[in-house]
């Protein structure tokens, strides 16, 4: 996982209501080199939250990024390598992703992680089914042929 | 033939190791995938300028679909159930991030940051209730909600999705016109039973001209890939064997038969003169109060049966 989606990434626990950035257990981190894209990065500069950028790419052993960055900066050609660098090139490949709120642990396993909830974490409570009214209805008309049934035999 | 992996299973079982490799391993089904992928990101209409997107891929899978969007330069985050599915995926070292999850528990996302969404056959797969805590409508709920808070203003979301019936694409479409997505369905072929396919379309934010439908393909009849070759067209849906799901409730469908059916059957009774104490019943649902014939034929009247008819009103019963 690379820290663009780890940028995008939130929890979304139930009762949980600021689960970004979710913090980063780092155990294997490795470095996959790709082609740098500035336009791309110049697009997405402003969707990042770049504190958590910088924090998260500090506790995956990368300290160059500034703290604080403006869209200025952009222009220069070493920032974007670093920008770069942090947003693309890291790979959480093992580890584990921790809510801010709720200290849950989502395991990140061969650099997928996993995200799936219990059902004690989900948002939606189990709510009455709607449009169920046809079993009632079949229901009670087998009642009525069984009372028929035995009130002929009673007869 | 139908064989829909919807009615085999949950989708992280169905997809298992070997499921998932023959999945991948299929020429056919990549294909497929991949012609899909091409058409959705054309629907996604994506602007033009060169810039690379962040898009996000609902039911990745092993990435058959992300493979497209690579292709076409763009950044992508995929989204699966099945951790065999992603198994694969990882070995064949797609480009995108890979995360497991259940779509129906929502996405976990920051909001409006992706510019947009595609899904690959996967959608329909909510409308079914795997488990008992599962309320398809909650869980369409979740996932059309969380999807339109994460998705920019303006980004669009394209599915291709396979109802089972009207009825699925129904509550499909209401759940995301809740959740406040605006659009349509496109319909690829329409005059065609294997080769149709369906795009759910959908603009984040109120109806304007950009969130106008386009139109689908062969919908004048003409351009309908289903007469070139007929071997392939079976083959068109990606779906692997038959095995039917016992249906829980079974609907009556059966209707009445009719006062002349109860007159006819009157008459073969009458003609067989049947000696055995038996008593026959014919119930005629026609009514809302049926009539019930009760036919007796006495061994001690020999041979002259005698009918009492008589109307019952269920509920007094």
């Given at each position: 996982m690379r820290l663009i989606t780890h940028n995008m990434l939130s929890s979304n626990i139930k009762g949980v209501t600021n689960g970004f950035p979710l913090r980063i257990e780092a155990e294997k981190v490795v470095e996959k080199p790709v082609e740098i894209d500035p336009k791309f990065l110049k697009n997405m500069f402003v969707k990042i939250d770049w504190k958590a950028l910088?924090?998260?790419?500090?506790?995956?052993?990368?300290?160059?990024?500034?703290?604080?960055?403006?869209?200025?900066?952009?222009?220069?050609?070493?920032?974007?390598?670093?920008?770069?660098?942090?947003?693309?090139e890291l790979h959480l490949e093992e580890?584990?992703?921790?809510?801010?709120?709720?200290?849950?642990?989502?395991?990140?396993?061969?650099?997928?992680?996993?995200?799936?909830?219990?059902?004690?974490?989900?948002?939606?409570?189990?709510?009455?089914?709607?449009?169920?009214?046809?079993?009632?209805?079949?229901?009670?008309?087998?009642?009525?042929?069984?009372?028929?049934?035995?009130?002929?035999?009673?007869? | 033939m139908s064989s829909r992996p919807e009615l085999q299973a949950p989708p992280e079982i169905f997809y298992d190791d070997t499921e998932a490799r023959?999945?991948?391993?299929?020429?056919?089904?990549?294909?497929?995938?991949?012609?899909?992928?091409?058409?959705?990101?054309?629907?996604?209409?994506?602007?033009?300028?060169?810039?690379?997107?962040?898009?996000?891929?609902?039911?990745?899978?092993?990435?058959?679909?992300?493979?497209?969007?690579?292709?076409?330069?763009?950044?992508?985050i995929g989204l699966d159930i099945s951790q065999s599915m992603l198994n694969v995926a990882v070995e064949r070292e797609v480009e995108g991030d890979l995360l497991l999850g259940d779509m129906g528990q929502g996405l976990g996302l920051r909001h409006h940051v992706i510019d947009g969404a595609i899904s690959i056959s996967a959608v329909q797969w909510l409308c079914n209730a795997d488990k008992s805590s599962h309320n398809p409508r909650l869980r369409l709920k979740a996932f059309f909600g969380s999807l339109y808070r994460c998705l920019a203003t303006g980004a669009r979301a394209v599915f291709q999705l396979y109802p089972e019936n009207i009825h699925q694409r129904e509550l499909i479409l209401t759940s995301a016109m809740r959740a406040g997505f605006s659009g349509g369905v496109v319909v690829d072929y329409p005059h065609?039973?294997?080769?149709?396919?369906?795009?759910?379309?959908?603009?984040?934010?109120?109806?304007?001209?950009?969130?106008?439908?386009?139109?689908?393909?062969?919908?004048?009849?003409?351009?309908?890939?289903?007469?070139?070759?007929?071997?392939?067209?079976?083959?068109?849906?990606?779906?692997?064997?038959?095995?039917?799901?016992?249906?829980?409730?079974?609907?009556?469908?059966?209707?009445?038969?009719?006062?002349?059916?109860?007159?006819?059957?009157?008459?073969?009774?009458?003609?067989?003169?049947?000696?055995?104490?038996?008593?026959?019943?014919?119930?005629?649902?026609?009514?809302?109060?049926?009539l019930l014939i009760i036919i007796w034929h006495c061994s001690w009247c020999s041979h002259i049966p005698f009918y009492i008819s008589c109307l019952w009103r269920m509920a007094c019963c």
């Open positions: 910088v924090d998260a790419s500090r506790i995956m052993g990368y300290a160059d990024l500034p703290d604080e960055a403006n869209p200025s900066m952009l222009e220069l050609d070493e920032f974007l390598q670093k920008f770069h660098h942090a947003l693309l580890g584990a992703l921790v809510c801010p709120q709720t200290d849950r642990r989502f395991p990140v396993i061969k650099g997928i992680p996993n995200m799936l909830l219990h059902e004690d974490e989900l948002f939606l409570q189990r709510g009455v089914s709607h449009g169920g009214g046809g079993t009632p209805k079949t229901q009670s008309r087998t009642f009525k042929y069984l009372d028929l049934n035995t009130s002929l035999s009673c007869a | 023959k999945y991948t391993s299929s020429s056919r089904i990549i294909e497929i995938q991949s012609i899909l992928s091409e058409r959705a990101l054309e629907l996604l209409a994506l602007t033009d300028d060169g810039v690379p997107k962040l898009l996000l891929d609902i039911g990745c899978g092993s990435g058959l679909s992300g493979e497209t969007l690579s292709e076409n330069g763009h950044h992508w065609s039973t294997k080769s149709r396919k369906e795009y759910l379309v959908l603009t984040c934010g109120p109806p304007s001209i950009s969130t106008s439908v386009p139109k689908g393909k062969g919908e004048d009849g003409e351009s309908c890939s289903d007469d070139d070759s007929s071997e392939d067209e079976e083959n068109q849906t990606v779906c692997i064997s038959d095995r039917h799901r016992p249906r829980k409730r079974q609907k009556i469908s059966k209707r009445g038969k009719g006062r002349e059916w109860v007159l006819k059957e009157e008459g073969t009774y009458e003609k067989q003169r049947k000696c055995c104490a038996s008593r026959h019943k014919i119930h005629s649902s026609e009514t809302k109060a049926p």
